[in-house]
C-alpha cells in the first residue's frame, strides 16, 4: 500500500514514524507551512517537518498553503498513491483532493468517533471528564469526521491523566491502530460502520480563555480543566503578589468537597 502522509503537529509526526518503522511505503508527505513563533517572530517549522527532512530525506515534502487547490490536486495526482492518510494535518479538504488516490482518504482521530468531532478531541474529553476514550480510523469524507468507521479502539480515562500523559497513550493506540488498518486495508473496508449522526458531538477549537480558571465552578470542573490543559498552555488564575497582579499557572490539583477558593500570597 503506497500512502502520502498528510500532518502537522508532533503527535502526528509520532505517528508518521510508526508507519515508517511499520514497513508502510510513504510516497511524499504534506504538512503546514513555516510559521513565525515566539517574540522574535522567528519562522519555525512543523514536527512533521523535522521528521521528514532527518529520517526521510528522500521523499518530497510539501507545505501547500491550502492543500485543496487545482495546482496542487494535479502535482498529488503525479504519484499514483493507493491512499491518503491524514491525522492532524489541520485543514478540511475538498472532495477532488480526497477523490485522488486509488483507495481514496483515511483519517486517524483521537476520539471515540462520532464524539467530539473537530479540532480538539482530547482536551475536550478531559474537559467532560469522561472515563473513557479511544481513536478511531475513518473513511474521509466531505462533512468533517463523519465518514464510515474503519477501526475503533477504547482506552479508559484515569481521572489522574493529564493531556500529555492522554496525548501519549493515544498516540501509541493511534499508530498501531492506523498501521493495522493500511496493512488489511480491504479487510476494513469490507467491514466498515457507518457512523450515526444521531450521536455526534461537536468540538470547537480550543482558545486561551478556555484555561483561565472560574474558582465559582466546582472542585470537578476546575481538576478536569486543569487536566485537560496540562503541561500547554497550563490551566491559570491571576493571584496578588505585593499589591500586583500576577498570573499563576496551575498543573494539578486535588479535588475535595470543599468549595474551591483563591490562593493568597504575602
Request: net charge neutral.
Given at each position: ?7 502537522t503537529?508532533?503527535?502526528a509526526?509520532d ?19 513555516d ?8 519562522l ?10 532527518k529520517f ?25 498513491a ?28 483521537a ?25 478511531t ?11 464510515a ?9 484515569h ?11 493515544l498516540?501509541?493506540l ?19 460502520v ?5 450521536e ?30 496540562s503541561?500547554l ?34
Amino acid at each position: 500500500m503506497n500512502i502520502i502522509y498528510f500532518g502537522t503537529p508532533q503527535i502526528a509526526a509520532d505517528v508518521l514514524k510508526m508507519l515508517v518503522d511499520g514497513g508502510v511505503n510513504v510516497l511524499a508527505v504534506v504538512t503546514k507551512p513555516d510559521k513565525p513563533r515566539g517574540r522574535s517572530g522567528k519562522l519555525a517549522c512543523s514536527p512533521v517537518k523535522e521528521f521528514a527532512l532527518k529520517f526521510l530525506p528522500n521523499i518530497p515534502l510539501y507545505q501547500p498553503e491550502k492543500a485543496s487547490t487545482p495546482t496542487f490536486e494535479g502535482e498529488m495526482k503525479k504519484y499514483g498513491a493507493d491512499l491518503f492518510v491524514v491525522f492532524a494535518y489541520g485543514e478540511i479538504m475538498k472532495q477532488p483532493l480526497l477523490d485522488i488516490p486509488k483507495e481514496g482518504a483515511i483519517n486517524l482521530h483521537a476520539s471515540l468517533l462520532p464524539k467530539y468531532r473537530g479540532a480538539a478531541p482530547i482536551q475536550y474529553a478531559l474537559l467532560d471528564g469522561a472515563k473513557e476514550t479511544g481513536v478511531t480510523v475513518i473513511e474521509m469524507v466531505l462533512k468533517m469526521d463523519a465518514g464510515a468507521i474503519l477501526a475503533q479502539e477504547k482506552i479508559p480515562l484515569h481521572p489522574e491523566m493529564n493531556h500529555a500523559a492522554l496525548e501519549e497513550a493515544l498516540k501509541d493506540l493511534g499508530g498501531e491502530t492506523l498501521l493495522r488498518v493500511i496493512k488489511n486495508y480491504a479487510y476494513h473496508k469490507e467491514h466498515k460502520v457507518p457512523q450515526n449522526p444521531d450521536e455526534a458531538t461537536y468540538v470547537q477549537k480550543i482558545t486561551p480563555q478556555m484555561a483561565e480558571i472560574d474558582w465559582s465552578q466546582s472542585a470537578n470542573t476546575i481538576h478536569n480543566q486543569v487536566r485537560a490543559f496540562s503541561p500547554l498552555p497550563g490551566a491559570w488564575t491571576t493571584v496578588e503578589v505585593q499589591g500586583v497582579s500576577k498570573r499563576l499557572k496551575i498543573f494539578y490539583v486535588l479535588p475535595t468537597q470543599e468549595r474551591p477558593t483563591y490562593f493568597f500570597f504575602n
